[in-house]
């Protein structure tokens, strides 16, 4: 075999005994943790009025409670998941509390969709990515990327894209839930942030 073959093939083994444990052990579960109290620098830049929040929206691959990386060193177009970690809950419901809290932190109204009928903001959450995403063999970032789009009733207001990636401090499942925790609460301040810069008023 090819030294650098040998190098790579040994390097893939080595994370993959770290990620895929063996059969027998019990199962670790994973959220994101409490909601830490907002920072002044994640405030909206002026007061935001009430909102309704629908469900955060993804992949099929999300509506369940495996945690998946990828080796984008290796193979980046395989999604493999972790044998005994879960989440507590999928990964779509997770977001949606977690958007929901810090809206509210915000000093945002949340309401249900049931409110949607009665001309408030509609926002609108599709999840384009959400993975720990290793770049190296004890090197990875907790990658979340959305699409979020404001409604007032059937018109489009403004849709924007965000994306964060944040350093996993271990390569394994622990470091990825808090890495991914952490990347969603940074988006949710960028979404804060941006809903404080539109009109949102009845024309």
């Given amino acids: 075999m090819h030294p650098t073959r040998f190098i790579l093939a040994a390097a893939l083994a080595l994370i993959l005994s770290g990620c895929a444990s063996q059969k027998g052990q019990p199962t670790t579960q994973f959220d994101f ?7 002044a620098q994640t405030q909206a830049p002026r007061a935001l009025g009430p909102v309704v929040v629908t469900d955060v929206t ?5 509506d369940n409670e495996r945690m998946f990386y990828r080796l984008t060193y290796a193979d980046p177009l395989q999604a493999r998941t972790y044998a005994n970690s879960r989440w507590t809950a999928n990964p779509l419901q997770l977001l949606t509390q977690r958007f929901k809290t810090r809206l509210a932190q915000a000093g945002a109204r949340v309401l249900s969709e049931t409110d949607a009928s009665i001309g408030i903001p509609l926002l609108r959450i599709d999840v384009d990515e959400f993975v720990q995403d290793f770049g190296g063999v004890s090197q990875s970032t907790g990658t979340v990327a959305v699409r979020a789009s404001v409604f007032r009733g059937h018109t489009l207001v403004d849709q924007r894209s965000f994306r964060q990636a944040v350093r996993a401090t271990s390569a394994d499942a622990a470091g ?14 960028d979404i804060v942030t941006w809903l404080g810069t539109l009109n949102t008023e009845r024309r």
């Avoid at 990825?176 to 301040?189: N, V």
């Fill in 176 to 189: 990825g839930a808090r890495a991914l925790a952490a990347s969603t609460d940074a988006i949710a301040a």
């Fill in 58 to 62: 993804g992949s099929s691959a999300l």
């Fill in 33 to 39: 943790g409490p909601a830490a109290p907002a920072s």
